[in-house]
């Protein structure tokens, strides 16, 4: 390849690069929502990290067989809406988190219908499908 066409390469457009840029430069949405009886919350999309313990915290809960094999019936979503609160809730600044792991029980204390208002918040953030809502409703 000659000098001339190497320039012209590297001075054209990298659609690729370009698109990477575009994908890592994706912020995480934050929201600022008023929660009855608590006042205004922000919550914050969950990443990839968070959005795999979710999985993972779906997944534990599955019912399962003798073998410990994959069996129908009804998950235990105990402590669900408490998790995504954790993974979710952050401070004014839109990044540091409000609670931690630790504070799951005293959150599982906490009024259910306060709760559920932060989880429809968090479901809607979050892309958590009908599905997953039914596997919390009542727990």
Do not use: Y
Not at 13 to 28: C, H, K
Not at 98 to 120: A, C, E, N, V, W
């Amino acid at each position: 390849m000659s000098k001339e066409k190497k320039a012209a390469v590297a001075a054209a457009p990298n659609p690729v690069a370009d698109l990477r840029e575009v994908f890592f430069g994706v912020e995480r949405e934050v929201r600022e929502e008023t929660i009855d009886r608590v006042g205004k919350v922000h919550f914050r999309e969950m990443g990839g990290e968070a959005r795999d313990l979710w999985d993972k915290f779906v997944v534990d809960r599955l019912p399962k067989d003798k073998d410990g094999a994959p069996a129908n019936g009804i998950p235990d979503n105990k402590g669900a809406r408490a998790f995504l609160v954790v993974q979710c809730v952050v401070r004014p600044d839109g990044v540091t988190p409000l609670f931690t792991m630790g504070d799951r029980d005293k959150l599982q204390r906490m009024p259910g219908k306060i709760l559920d208002s932060m989880f429809r918040v968090i479901q809607e953030m979050n892309g958590l499908g009908e599905d997953e809502a039914k596997k919390t409703e009542g727990n």
